[in-house]
């Protein structure tokens, strides 16, 4: 919910001030450019951040229902924080190539039900915690500037390190649900450049899919009655370059 509202109030706020830019443009004589000789530059960076909500699409095994007296398991997303750096690389009028390592702090919860032949039943939620070390290489396509902004889309992929994943890790006493370390997938989004007097501002949203399983499987209630799990990622994020 909190997601979409920011969503909601971020395009709300972008398309105001298209409007605005759009009267500006009848009157381009009178508007000062901003950093005129920025998108000449052949590389230039910057740094992110951004609010994340990291969840799962779970693909549950047939026969998951007559597992453990599971009746049903959701995914929730969670929010979280991704710092990052900016590198770009231009590769032409309207096409970049950006290079974006960042930090992530994410979390996702798997809620699941269980319902026992003496008609009582019991719901649990499993934390899943990672904090990911990313690596995204997307390509840019801008529109075309008019006066102090522009539009963009950009695609590509991302490659990601769990730096506390607990794949390896032996716990009798607590069952968790395990994750791989590493990820990967593509991603896809769109975002506005608004060119400052010393700075290009950019609000950004993204959205990753992640391609492996990152299940590891084990013979525990919470983890074999799932058959996949992968990463699927919203991101905003604010540019300073």
Do not use: W
């Not at 229902?65 to 979280?80: A, L, N, T």
């Not at 992929?157 to 607590?174: F, L, N, P, T």
């Amino acid at each position: 919910m909190l997601l979409k509202r920011i969503i909601f109030f971020l395009s709300f706020f972008l398309l105001i001030l298209l409007g605005k830019s759009e009267n500006c443009h009848a009157q381009m004589d009178n508007v000062p450019i901003n950093l005129p000789k920025y998108d000449k530059q052949k590389l230039h960076f910057g740094f992110t951040l951004g609010l994340n909500r990291s969840n799962f699409k779970v693909q549950l095994m047939p026969d998951f229902k007559y597992r453990d007296s599971i009746y049903r398991i959701e995914p929730v997303g969670v929010m979280g924080l991704n710092l990052g750096i900016i590198s770009n690389l231009r590769l032409g009028e309207y096409f970049d190539l950006r290079f974006i390592p960042a930090l992530s702090f994410a979390q996702r919860n798997l809620e699941y039900t269980f319902y026992y032949e003496d008609s009582t039943g019991a719901f649990i939620t499993k934390n899943v915690e990672s904090t990911y070390l990313e690596f995204p290489v997307n390509i840019k396509f801008k529109s075309k500037r008019v006066n102090n902004y522009r539009a963009y889309v950009l695609a590509g992929g991302r490659y990601s390190i769990d730096m506390v994943s607990q794949a390896k890790v032996k716990d009798r006493d607590k069952e968790i649900v395990k994750l791989k370390k590493n990820d990967y997938g593509y991603e896809i989004g769109f975002g506005f450049d608004f060119y400052m007097t010393y700075f290009k501002f950019s609000p950004e949203i993204k959205m990753f899919n992640g391609i492996p399983n990152l299940l590891v499987k084990e013979n525990t209630a919470f983890s074999s009655p799932i058959e996949a799990l992968h990463s699927k990622i919203f991101l905003i994020s604010f540019t300073f370059e």
